[in-house]
């Protein structure tokens, strides 16, 4: 494609006066005119219902060769990436506008509340209040009159506008890396949220911690998917934090509790909220007598409706329903110290599988009563595993555990199935003469293991070892590194 003439009078402000959004960068104008002059040129014609779709078989009685193909599903895939780009860039632009609006009611109710009477010196409040405080009363109704203007302008909650107001407020103002990215389209709405409410929790007034925040948080948001980056998001933060884990955890369990939601058709969700350790016990708890269960020739129920059915068993001390469950093996809960901590030189946190950072009070508590010991080292820097303790060493068990430690989550990029849950994947075949090592095998969940083998998409290793998955279209994609 030809390159268009870019418009010797380009606006150069940096941000629009009409809403403040900034301007498209040459790059972006440059896209869009491409893929204009190609619509109207008719090279990105996308099928109708009443025409034939272009067949990728090399015997295509129209004579439309593989490569055109994959070059048109490439220029689709293209076009669906400006549009996604788009739809970021559009819902930057609303988060911006709310601030916007409301910082202006802020600064100047009167178009919202009308006239400030303070100024009148003959003015006397008929409730007795002072003129500081008439003045901050009218802020705050002209921060609700516009709120509420929006809401309904929008078909929004007042809730809703004030919760993206307060996100765009934290990321504006103290993730400013953050908040151009999500400006630019290279941030989905969800991570941009998850990134707001997470710094939104560091101290407030703590500059220093939400710029570290913000500089390490960047690339993980450009890079994971919503799901991993929360809990990398979460890693982030406890390092930049600068009040202690113990004295946040117990401040925190003051507000632990348990509630019930109503849902359709009879039915109720039960909610708690515990220590972490504790809800991970009660989760590993129920899903092993679910699956215990499950293994019964007989037993007809999902996993899902097992774990439902063990809870309510053992929360109402009713008999269960099956005499399985009575038998069903102890809980299991992972905890990984750093070897700095665990030799008193540091004060990283420990690790609890599945969850994240958790306060080193609760990781000696969980330690104390541990029957039995794996150690894992952890390099003081890096994180990276070091040293495997195989004293109880089973080869089967041993190399699971061992691969959920260097990949504790399938290897598909964006992917947040367990290890524990996934298939065991040889990378070079049994057949092929691969051995059954950690260094031929990976986790992958049956879904992404299915794609390997039976797509177009594969998995290689690079000079470095790290994994590079490649799609049906040429495309390399590394695996996500571990969240913590």
């Known amino acids: 494609m030809s390159r268009v003439a870019r418009p010797a009078d380009r606006p150069s402000p940096a941000f629009r006066e009409c809403d403040g959004a900034p301007w498209p960068a040459d790059d972006e104008l440059d896209l869009d005119a491409e893929w204009a ?6 090279g990105a014609s996308w099928w109708g219902d009443d025409e034939p779709h272009p067949s990728i078989s090399a015997t295509s009685t129209w004579g439309f060769r593989p490569s055109d193909a994959v070059s048109a599903l490439d220029a689709r895939l293209g076009h669906l990436e400006c549009v996604t780009a788009d739809r970021r860039r559009a819902t930057a632009a609303e988060y911006r506008l709310i601030l916007t609006i409301l ?4 600064a100047d109710p009167t178009p919202w509340v009308g006239p400030d009477p303070t100024v009148d010196r003959a003015w006397l409040d008929p409730r007795g209040r002072a003129a500081r405080a008439v003045q901050r009363d009218r802020v705050d109704l002209a921060e609700r009159a516009a709120v509420a203007e929006i809401a309904v302008r929008l078909h929004l909650s007042e809730q809703t506008v004030r919760t993206r107001a307060g996100h765009a407020r934290t990321l504006a103002d103290g993730c400013p ?6 400006g630019e389209g290279c941030l989905s709405e969800k991570l941009a949220i998850d990134a707001a409410r997470t710094a939104s929790t560091l101290p407030a007034g703590d500059r220093d911690a939400l710029s570290r925040f913000d500089e390490e948080a960047l690339v993980p948001a450009l890079t994971l998917t919503p799901a991993k980056f929360a809990v990398a998001a979460r890693a982030i933060r406890e390092r930049v934090h600068t009040e202690s884990l113990e004295e946040r955890h117990r401040r925190a369990a003051q507000d632990r509790g ?9 039915m109720a969700s039960i909610h708690a909220l515990l220590p972490a350790d504790r809800a991970r016990a009660v989760m590993s708890r129920l899903d092993r007598a679910a699956r215990h269960v499950h293994a019964a020739e007989d037993e007809e129920r999902t996993l899902a409706q097992l774990r439902a059915d063990a809870f309510a068993d053992l929360v109402t001390m009713s008999e269960p329903e099956s005499p399985a469950f009575r038998n069903a093996p102890p809980a299991t809960v992972v905890v990984t110290v750093p070897a700095l901590t665990l030799l008193g ?4 946190p420990a690790t609890l599988e599945g969850y994240g950072p958790i306060d080193l009070e609760t990781a000696r508590r969980l330690a104390g009563s541990a029957t039995s010991w794996v150690r894992l080292l952890t390099h003081p820097v890096s994180g990276a595993p070091l040293v495997l ?6 080869v089967p068990v041993a190399l699971r555990r061992w691969l959920g430690v ?3 989550t399938c290897v598909f990029p964006g992917c947040g199935r367990a290890a524990r849950d996934c298939d065991i994947d040889h990378r070079t075949a049994w057949a092929g003469g691969g051995t059954t090592d950690g260094d031929n ?6 879904h992404h293991h299915r794609l390997r083998h039976e797509s177009r998409w594969d998995i290689t290793r690079s000079p470095g070892g790290e994994p590079a998955w490649t799609s049906p279209l040429g495309g390399t994609y590394g695996s996500d590194p571990p969240p913590f």
Do not use: H, N, Q
């Open 345 to 348: 030189r540091g004060d990283e």
């Open 103 to 106: 910082d202006e009611a802020a």
């Open 37 to 42: 002059a190609l619509d109207d040129s008719g």
């Open 258 to 266: 348990v509630w019930m939601s109503a849902e359709l058709d009879g």
């Open 389 to 394: 303790d195989r004293t109880t060493y089973r």
């Open 441 to 446: 095998l990976d986790p992958k969940c049956r």
């Open 177 to 182: 890396r953050i908040w151009a990215a999500f």
């Open 406 to 408: 260097t990949s504790p």
